[in-house]
């Protein structure tokens, strides 16, 4: 990753709502943070300013926002969503924002809440942030291993 150190804040930017997760400073451990309201589609720029206001309140040097591909690579229009709200997200705050493919993180933590023996109606609410808690996992696990994964928001997605 690009930044030495500090918290890393993921996102899982949604139409409904837009799960948010946290690194400790350290970037080894991943955990759910925030559930922020709102239609990332509708409102991009406002659901920015809300995740833009987490990244101050943790202190976190690095945003990864999850870009959703198909199994083909291909981008759908839930990557030019996530694309969009990366670049309102990155004019919002001072602090890099990457884009990361994020193929199976919400089926995931779908199949990890339904192991835990919650039910459909009780997963609903939390999917999002556990979809980025498992993105953001994802990511510091492959930066101890050496790989950077990720673009910054203004160019393209994939491991470097």
Known sequence: METPSGAVLA????RARTGVAVS???????SPLATVAGDAAADPAGVARQVADLVVRHGATLV?????LNLSGAEGPSAALARRFAGELAAATPVPVRLVDERFTTTTAHRRL???GRSERRRRPVVDRAA?????QHVL????AGTDLGRPASEGV???
């Open 11 to 14: 996102v899982d930017v949604g």
């Open 24 to 30: 400790d400073p350290g970037r080894t451990v991943a």
């Open 132 to 136: 980025a808690t498992v993105l953001l």
């Open 64 to 68: 990864v926002v999850g870009l959703p």
């Open 158 to 160: 994939g491991a470097a």
């Open 114 to 116: 339904r192991e835990t």
């Open 141 to 144: 696990d492959a930066a101890g």
